[in-house]
């Protein structure tokens, strides 16, 4: 299957600060791609669609403000926190879209806000 | 709305029984199912996948079936390892890219 890498693994951070997490598509490429947020024991929470050369399409709920999304390039798409609260500690996921509408993820970033 | 009811949330089956998960879909115009294997703190991976002009498909242990009257799709597991115990996770799609995700599975396979 298709690789998708994520970047950082893990990542501690003060309350207040922004953390960028990056994800490439690394042997496709991927006019798509989507960021998830998952609680413990829960399901997979779509937060936006990120499509390369446009912006972002957000699920009803999530700021755009708070979690702003970059689609670059048709390998690479960032989703920023600003100004991190302890509430948005999570596990983001990202995932890359195929043309035949698979959706590989990474292996996720675990944000912890102190 | 769209949502996928995924039953049961949990399953436990002895090693070398079968397993099967069911998903149930409320928009007709779903036209792709794949299910995922996700192990603790680790990425959701694809383990099968059918599209709506198929009724089943199956790879090695793993099958799907596809009801699309009324509108449920199912995961079997043969002869079930330990390994396979994960969260299962289905989802539905009409093509919009877009997942809706069922509520996941926790199977554990007991040795």
């Known amino acids: 299957g298709a690789v998708v890498s994520q970047h950082p693994s893990r990542v501690i951070c003060k309350s207040g600060t922004s953390v960028k997490i990056e994800c490439r598509s690394l042997?496709?490429?991927?006019?798509?791609m989507f960021w998830y947020r998952q609680f413990p024991k829960q399901s997979l929470m779509l937060m936006a669609t990120?499509?390369?050369?446009?912006?972002?399409?957000?699920e009803q709920g999530v700021e755009k403000d708070k979690f702003l999304i970059n689609h670059a390039s048709l390998t690479l798409s960032t989703l920023t926190v600003t100004s991190a609260h302890p509430e948005d500690s999570s596990f983001y996921i990202c995932s890359a879209e195929s043309r035949y509408n698979e959706q590989f993820f990474g292996p996720g970033t675990r944000l912890t806000v102190l | 709305g769209e949502n996928v009811e995924q039953h049961p949330s949990t399953l436990s089956v002895q090693e070398g029984d079968s397993a099967v998960i069911k998903c149930t879909y409320s928009?007709?115009?779903?036209?792709?199912f794949p299910w995922y294997k996700q192990e603790l703190g680790k990425r959701p991976q694809l383990i099968i996948d059918i599209r709506s002009n198929v009724g089943e498909k199956k790879d090695q242990r793993i099958a799907v079936t596809l009801n699309k009257t009324a509108k449920h799709f199912s995961l079997h597991i043969t002869e079930t390892q330990p390994e396979d115990s994960a969260v299962y996770f289905c989802?539905?799609?009409?093509?919009?890219?877009?997942?809706?995700f069922g509520t996941g599975t926790r199977l554990k396979v007991l040795a």
């Open positions: 928009d007709s115009a779903s036209n792709y």
């Open positions: 990120s499509n390369e050369g446009s912006k972002a399409t957000y």
């Open positions: 989802a539905q799609s009409s093509g919009t890219y877009k997942y809706i």
């Open positions: 042997d496709f490429q991927a006019t798509t």
